[in-house]
């Protein structure tokens, strides 16, 4: 049940590719940011990469953490975390593989997590996800798809997290969406200044409504996986995404993994 899942993506992003200190926090009151460990990263030098230490919003016990270079794990994947690498590595597609630097496996007893995407300081993405719903597949493929729609829109060539002074596109409380892109457009559309519809029937499920890019991404879920989906305004939604070379593209290659 998507409505009933929360998935975060924690306002958080570190600049700075290099030695990894240089953190930025766009929101004090937000709490959340990356916290890189003591040795840092630089690009290029991916065998002295060490394990990216995230924050949550919820309390999680820290399970473990798959290093990802070049698309596969550096290391021997730790038994305990084998099965869920394993759901990650035949649902993300082989063309986004290089924005997957790393697997965080979390437990978390509220159950308020099941997914969460957290810039990563090699400029790809850490994916964390919680062992407790190991055992349902279909959830984890689900977040999968929802968090790969936020590693392609809000990627660092279309968008930048916090306030941006003249943003060329559009702001939206996350980060500015850059012109031209799919997220810009989407946030026009259908979150004018930001701002949602009240009319529940506008959006897929409760969650879509909390956020123009938690929208996007649950809608491209949605039409993904197939739910059955109906109304004016969902459908024009779906029409924009699926207009989207890159979401189209994305939408592709998980239908051909997730059907096969
Ligand atoms: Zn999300």
Known sequence: MANLTTRILILATAVGILAGVNI???WEDDGPSTQLGTAGVELGEDTARIVERVAYRQEVER???VIVIDGQP?????????ELWAIVDATWPTSLRDELAQ??????????????????VTGG???????????????????IVH????VVTLDNEVFTFGEVDGCSGTQIALGCAVAGSV???????????????TQAEEFVNDYASTAAHEDLAETFTGWVLGWPLEGATV??????????????????????????
């Open 24 to 26: 930025v926090r766009p």
């Open 63 to 65: 399970v473990g953490d």
């Open 74 to 82: 550096r290391d021997d994947v730790a038994a305990d975390l084998d």
């Open 103 to 120: 697997l965080s496996v979390v437990r978390e007893d509220e159950r308020g997590l099941v997914g969460v995407v957290h810039p990563s």
């Open 125 to 143: 993405w850490i994916l964390s996800l919680d062992i407790a719903d190991v055992d349902d597949r279909a959830l984890i493929e689900e977040t």
């Open 147 to 150: 968090e790969l729609s936020h």
């Open 183 to 197: 997220l810009s457009a989407f946030a026009e559309r259908f979150w004018p200044g930001d701002v949602g519809s």
């Open 235 to 260: 459908e024009a939604k779906i029409a924009m995404l699926s207009a989207d070379p890159d979401l189209a593209a994305l939408a592709a290659d998980l239908r051909a993994r997730l059907l096969a």
